[in-house]
Every structure is written in structure tokens, then in C-alpha cells.
């Protein structure tokens, strides 16, 4: 099992035929993704030849969907076009968009994310690594080669501390790991992915990734007490963060106490999360947790 992506997705890749599109399209199919097509107006009735795999080229999502039967879309086009091809996946009746790009101005970010909750469309991102389920699917730019599958399910809002975890953590292996993304606006909050994870049947134990700024860790962790019954091992980035200094993602903003680490590790723990305090102790408190629960089924 796995939450929002799986071996069955077909997956589209709007600005397939870029160099970043090119890029990761070829390491999306390595890892076994079912890439059924990209999308350029300009270029449609071509294909892009992967190894052994010929890709069409479509001028519309809606062409794409009709020709395939894609439910996912991966987007990979400059900033200044992001909001009309997410809304065109929107309008097309895609189910999950993965929007990569970064630089999207929030005014934008917003328009799309309304537009597709209102259409059933969710949207991963933007500004995101994308996800990954190990073994069955990949879409986007996390790399598929330093974890397994397994029974841990990983949300962030960092890139780059989701290849961590997902490495520190590879002989374990991983449901799914989902990249949501720093902006101050995204399509799916950690507080998705934990509803999600907290049903998926072989989720054993959920790691959730924040950093400093605003207050998404916060309603999670009033989330985690009221709805969450698998254990959840926590890690916010930015205790070293000095004061006054605008720092790594666009949402990363502190005011006063407010949107500040402490803050964020304190409402966690508070909601019976163990936070760790560096990337590595993290690690190390998922192997203690499930070494515990392992004794105590077997006892």
C-alpha cells in the first residue's frame, strides 16, 4: 500500500521535453514510474525516446488523459507559466498535479491551489521534490535509489532533509515519502499526509518533517492528539537560525516566539511526538520506537 501514488499511477510531464523535464522524466522511468506522455503545444505528435521507451508528446493535459488514461501529472515548466498549466490539469480532470517549480509568486500559488481543490485536484507543491512510493512509483526529483520499501511514512517540507531520513533510514524503507514543499502556500499540509498515512494499512510509523516559520507543525500537532494513533517521530530545522535573518524557504518566516522552533518542537511534544534534535537523533528515535513496539508485540 501507499498514499497518493502508486505502481498502477500513469503519470504525465508537463515540460517533459525541457532540460530539467528531460532530466527527470529519464530517472522517473529508471525507477519504474509509468511516464504515459508529456505535454507541449509546440511539440505535440512527437515523441522523446527514454533507453528503450518511446514517449508521446501531447499539446493539452486533456489530449494526454484522453490517449492514456494518465491521473497524475508532474509539472516542470518556468515560474511564469506554472498557474496555466496547473489550472489546465485542473480543468482536465487530472487527480494529483505535482508541481516542482520554484519561484511561483504566491498571488499565483494561490489561484491554482483554490481552483484545483474546487475541481477534486490535489496538488503536491509547488516548490516540492515531489514523492515517492519505493519500488512502485516516483514522481518528481527525490532520488529513488537510497531507500526501499517499508513501513515508514515520511512528510516534509524540506528536499533536502527528506533524502536524508529516507538514507539514514534505508534498512527500514518507506511507504511513501512526500516532499510538500516551504512555500507559505502549498496544495497538501502535513495534516493531508498524516490522515493518510494514519489509514494506509502498512504505515507502521509516521515521520513528519518542519522547519521555522508560520504555523503548519502547530495544527499538526493539535492534529496528531486528536486523530493520530500510530506513533510519529518529528524533526523541525531552524533552531540555529539567528534571529532577524530571513533564511531557506519562502515560508520560513518568524515573528517574535511565533513560527520559531522551540515553539514548533514544544507543540509536538506536547501532542506526544518524539522530536529529534538533529536529522540523525530523529533517526535514531524511529528505530528506538519500533524496536519498542516490536518487543511489545512480541511480548
Known sequence: MAIYLTKESKVLVQGMTGGEGMKHTRRMLAAGTDVVGGVNPRKAGRSVDFADRAVPVFGTVREGIEATGADVTVVFVPPAFARTAVLEAADAGIGLAVVITEGIPVHDSVAFTTHARAKGTRIIGPNCPGLITPGQSNAGIIPADITKPGRIGLVSKSGTLTYQLMYELRDIGFSTCVGIGGDPVVGTSHIDCLAAFQVDPDTELIVLIGEI??????????????????????????????????????????????????????????????????????????LETLDVRGDAARG
Open 213 to 286: 516559520g508560520g504555523d503548519a507543525e502547530e495544527r499538526a500537532a493539535a492534529y496528531i492528539r486528536a486523530h493520530v494513533t500510530k506513533p510519529v517521530v518529528g524533526y523541525v530545522a531552524g533552531f540555529t537560525a539567528p534571529e532577524g535573518r530571513t533564511m531557506g524557504h519562502a515560508g520560513a518566516i518568524v515573528s517574535g516566539s511565533s513560527g520559531t522552533a522551540r515553539a514548533k518542537r514544544e507543540a509536538l511534544e506536547a501532542a506526544g511526538v518524539r522530536v529529534g534534535g538533529t536529522p540523525t537523533e530523529t533517526a535514531r528515535l524511529v
